[in-house]
C-alpha cells in the first residue's frame, strides 16, 4: 500500500474511522466509481469490490456478452444477486454498475445494509471519460452523447435517493476521496421511532437537515411521484425552497398551497378553500399530501389529506417542537369549531415522519416552551424516567441545544408510540391513549376562551393544565403535595405558566367549564378527566364533582 498523501495522512485516517458498513458507489459510466472507489479502500483499509467484475466471474463471461446472449433484464437480475450477496458480507467499498441502483430491491438493501454515496458528474465529464472505451453496451446502440444524455435525464432523479451526493468534475482522485471521506465521516442516519399499528406501521427519522434530503426519504413510499405541500406563509419563507430543491433532485412532481399562520387557519373556512384549491389540481389517490409546518398545518393538512377522494396518503414535515414531539405522530387531524378545539376531524396515520431538529433553530423560546410542555406531559403520565431527565436537562432544551432536543425528540416519540400502538384510535374504556389528554381539557378550555387568537399557544396552555390537574389530583386525595411542589417547581424554574397569574385577562369558573361541557370526550354528559397519583401515575376518571373543579379553579385566581 502506498503512502497517504498529505491531504489524506495517517493522523487523518485515525480520527476518521472505516465505516462499518459496506459503502457503496453509485453513479453513471464515467463518473469514477472504480478510480475512487480503489483508492477510498486504500485509505480505510478495507477490500475494494467491482461489482461488475463479480458479475463476469459469476458468469463466466464478460457483461457485453451477457447483454448479447441472454439480454439486460437477465443481467440486471444477475446484478442484484451479487450486490445481495456482497453487501450482506465484511464491510468493504462496493462500485457498482451505471445500472445497478436502478433497481428498486437493490436500493432497499443497500438502505438497510450499507451506505450509499452517489458520484455526480455533469455529461460532458462523462462523456470525456468513457471516450474510447470499449465494453459499454448501452453507448454502442447509438450516439453515445445522446444516449448519454437521456440516461441521465432518467437515472439522476433515482440517484438522488443514495445516502451521499458528491459532485464530480475536474477534480484530482485525490481530492475527490478527500471529499468522499469527509463526506462519510459526517454522515449519520437519523434515528428511528416505528409506529406499530394494527393495519399500519411507520417511521418517525429525527435527525439534523432531514428537509434537504426530504425527496429521498419520501420517494420510495409514494404510490406516483407528485406531492401537494400545505404550509403557511412564515414556514415557507424558511424551508420551503429547500424542501422543493429536494423533491426536484428527485423528480418529484410538486404543488403548494399556504395558508395564513396560526390557529385560526384550522377553520372550516380555511379547510373549504384549501381542498377546493387542492381537488382544482386534479388530484388522484396516489398524490400525497406533505404537511410543512407546525401543529396547526399538520392537523389541518392531515384532515384534508384524510377526506380529499375519501382519503389520500400524506407526510408529516414537522418544524415545530410542538409538533415533533406530539401532533405529528399518532393520525390525530382536524380543525377547530366555534364550539370547541379540534371537534371536526378523523384518525389518520402518515406514511413518514420526518422531524428535523434544524429546523428548530429558527424557533423562538417560546415555541419551545410550547413543545416542551408535551415533553414533560409524557413523563408525567407513566414514565418517570423521563420526568427526571426533563429535570436535568430541560434548560438545554429550551435554549436549543441539538443534542438536547434530539434526545427530547426521541424519547416523547418512544412514549407516544407505544401509546398509539396500545389504543390507536382512543377506544380504551380507561386510561389508554386518552391519558395523552393530561392537562388538555383544562387546556383547550382556557384556549377557547380566549378565541386562539395567539395570546396563549397550545403548548402553553397544557403547561397551565398540567399544574391543574396535578393540583386538582392532590385536592382530590390521589397524588402527594410534595409531586405537585415537584411539578410547579420544574416548571417555574424554567419560567413556563402554571396558572392564572400568567394572564392579564381574567377568567371566570363557570365560563370554563361550559367550554369543558363542550370538550369532544364528553360521554353521557360526564367529563373525562386525566388525573394522577403522582409523577409518572396517570389514569382518567368521570367521577370528579364538578363543584371541586370549580374551587379550584377560583382557589387559582378565577372570578366566580
Known amino acids: 500500500m502506498s503512502p497517504l498523501p498529505p491531504s489524506l495522512s495517517a493522523d487523518w485516517a485515525v480520527t476518521h474511522p472505516a465505516p462499518t458498513s459496506t459503502v457503496v458507489l453509485v453513479g453513471m459510466m464515467g463518473a469514477g466509481k472504480t478510480t475512487v472507489g480503489r483508492r477510498l479502500a486504500q485509505v480505510y483499509g478495507l477490500p475494494f469490490i467491482d461489482a461488475d467484475a463479480e458479475i463476469e466471474r459469476a458468469a463466466g463471461c464478460t457483461i457485453p456478452e451477457i447483454f448479447a446472449r441472454h ?13 445481495q450477496r456482497l453487501i450482506k458480507g465484511p464491510p468493504c467499498i462496493l462500485a457498482t454498475g451505471g445500472g445497478a441502483w436502478m433497481d428498486a430491491q437493490t436500493r432497499q438493501l443497500v438502505r438497510k445494509h450499507a451506505v450509499s454515496v452517489w458520484l455526480r458528474a455533469p455529461v460532458h465529464v462523462l462523456l470525456r471519460r468513457v471516450h474510447g472505451r470499449g465494453g459499454r453496451p448501452l453507448l454502442a446502440q447509438g450516439s453515445p452523447e445522446d444516449i448519454m444524455t437521456r440516461l441521465v435525464g432518467v437515472r439522476y432523479p ?19 476521496v478527500q471529499r468522499v471521506c469527509e463526506s462519510l465521516s459526517e454522515h ?24 434537504s434530503r426530504a425527496g429521498a426519504r419520501i420517494t420510495p ?6 406531492v401537494v405541500i400545505i404550509t403557511d406563509d412564515t414556514v415557507a419563507a424558511l424551508h420551503l425552497p429547500r424542501l422543493l430543491a429536494s423533491f426536484a433532485e428527485t423528480g418529484i412532481e410538486t404543488e403548494v398551497i399556504s395558508v395564513i399562520g396560526g390557529e385560526e387557519s384550522k377553520s372550516l373556512s380555511c379547510y373549504g ?25 399538520g392537523d389541518l393538512a392531515g384532515f384534508v389529506a384524510a ?22 405522530v399518532g393520525g390525530k387531524t382536524g380543525i377547530n369549531s366555534p364550539s370547541g378545539k379540534n371537534l371536526i376531524g378523523a384518525f389518520h396515520q402518515p406514511i413518514i415522519v420526518l422531524a428535523d ?34 429535570e436535568d436537562n430541560g434548560s438545554d432544551v429550551l435554549s436549543g441545544d441539538p443534542a438536547a432536543l434530539a434526545e427530547a425528540v426521541r424519547r416523547a416519540c418512544v412514549f407516544k408510540a407505544a401509546v398509539v400502538a396500545a389504543d390507536e384510535k382512543e377506544q380504551a374504556q380507561q386510561n389508554g391513549r386518552a391519558l395523552l389528554n393530561l392537562g388538555h381539557t383544562f387546556g383547550h378550555a382556557i384556549e377557547a376562551e380566549l378565541g386562539y387568537d395567539g395570546r396563549i399557544l397550545h ?9 391543574l390537574a396535578m393540583a386538582l389530583s392532590v385536592k382530590l386525595g390521589h397524588a402527594p403535595e410534595e409531586d405537585l411542589a415537584r411539578l410547579d417547581s420544574h416548571l417555574r424554574s424554567l419560567e413556563m405558566p402554571t396558572s392564572f397569574d400568567w394572564f392579564k385577562e381574567s377568567f371566570s369558573a363557570q365560563t370554563l367549564l361550559d367550554h369543558m361541557t363542550r370538550d369532544k370526550k364528553m360521554q353521557n354528559g360526564r367529563i373525562s378527566f386525566v388525573l394522577l397519583h403522582g409523577i409518572g401515575k396517570a389514569f382518567t376518571s368521570r367521577d370528579v364533582p364538578m363543584e371541586s373543579v370549580r374551587n379550584l379553579l377560583i382557589n387559582e385566581g378565577c372570578q366566580p
Open 71 to 83: 439480454g439486460e433484464a437477465y443481467f440486471r437480475a444477475g446484478e442484484r444477486r451479487v450486490i
Open 158 to 176: 433515482v440517484y438522488a435517493e443514495a445516502d451521499i451526493i458528491i459532485d464530480c468534475g475536474d477534480e484530482t482522485v485525490e481530492q475527490g
Open 188 to 211: 449519520t442516519h437519523p434515528q428511528k421511532v416505528h409506529v406499530a399499528l394494527a393495519h399500519h406501521s411507520y417511521d418517525v427519522l429525527i435527525g439534523s437537515d432531514l428537509i
Open 221 to 226: 413510499l409514494l404510490r406516483q411521484k407528485r
Open 273 to 297: 378553500e384549501g381542498m377546493t384549491r387542492l381537488l382544482s389540481l386534479g388530484i388522484e389517490r396516489g398524490t400525497t399530501i406533505v404537511a410543512l409546518g407546525g401543529g396547526v398545518i
Open 307 to 328: 377526506t380529499a377522494l375519501r382519503g389520500i396518503p400524506f407526510v408529516q414535515i414537522p418544524t415545530t417542537l410542538l409538533a415533533q414531539v406530539d401532533s405529528s
Open 357 to 390: 431538529n434544524s429546523a428548530l433553530a429558527t424557533l423562538p423560546r417560546r415555541q419551545r416552551v410550547a413543545g416542551y410542555a408535551e415533553i414533560v406531559k409524557s413523563g408525567l403520565i407513566a414514565d418517570s424516567d423521563l420526568f427526571a431527565w426533563c
Open 459 to 467: 403548548g402553553e396552555a397544557v403547561s397551565i393544565g398540567l399544574h
